[in-house]
């Protein structure tokens, strides 16, 4: 299977604490987004890089968030001293081409829960 | 005021039966996304359509430009297809994200 993948699939931290979650987008997609989903709702959009890129971040992205893509394949989010707010899905998903006219495709998530 | 809202927010039917979930709009767009999310978080594209109808075997969605809204029909649904159906629309280029999200309906289906 080479769909997106998401690493790890929970974790489980204490406030204060720093996490980093890895994205593996399909390989030849150039467009990765980060998006984060709470219970009932949407998911909300936090980065997009296109190719090594980071093109827009979000206003919901605070200081301490922070992602890359080094290569331009695969992406991590790291986000430091945690606090419960950040309790969420973590979603990766990529696409190909301009972004707006491709379908996106979707890892499994990282499910976040800081105690 | 979100720009994609979705109805119902939650849907129960039995099996067999037709369902219909709505979406819409209030920007100007160049897709729409329907996507099926089932629990444990992992997110399925359906369809991304920009005018008419499509189908995918029990599947279909049809979007009305001027009127800014779509619709995702399920025929003889299964209790497989319980899940939370996202509507999300998309326009470009060059404008950033892209994307925004309704928030979900959540069906299920009781056999």
């Known amino acids: 299977d080479t769909g997106v993948s998401q690493d790890p699939r929970h974790k489980i931290t204490k406030r204060g604490q720093n996490v980093t979650f890895r994205c593996d987008p399909i390989s030849e997609h150039n467009r990765l987004y980060w998006y984060r989903q709470t219970l009932g709702q949407g998911p909300e959009f936090l980065t997009y890089?296109?190719?090594?890129?980071?093109?827009?971040k979000s206003r919901l992205l605070s200081d301490r968030f922070s992602a890359e893509r080094p290569k331009g394949s695969f992406s991590t989010l790291e986000i430091q001293r945690t606090e419960q707010g950040d309790s969420a899905m973590y979603l990766c998903a990529s696409s190909l081409g301009q972004g707006y006219n491709s379908p996106l495709h979707f890892g499994n998530g990282t499910r976040l829960t800081v105690t | 005021k979100n720009e994609v809202e979705q109805s119902p927010q939650n849907l129960t039917a039995q099996e067999g039966e037709f369902i219909t979930i709505n979406c819409s709009y209030s920007v100007g767009i160049s897709a729409l996304h329907w996507l099926q999310q089932h629990p444990g978080g992992g997110i399925v594209s359906l369809f991304m359509l920009s005018s008419g109808k499509k189908k995918h075997g029990r599947l279909i969605a049809t979007i009305n430009i001027q009127e800014k809204h779509s619709s995702l029909h399920i025929t003889a649904s299964h209790p497989r297809d319980s899940a939370v159906y996202i509507c999300?629309?998309?326009?470009?280029?060059?404008?950033?994200?892209?994307?925004?999200f309704g928030t979900g309906t959540s069906l299920t289906v009781i056999p």
């Open positions: 890089f296109q190719n090594e890129a980071q093109l827009e």
């Open positions: 999300a629309v998309s326009w470009g280029p060059n404008t950033g994200n892209q994307f925004y």
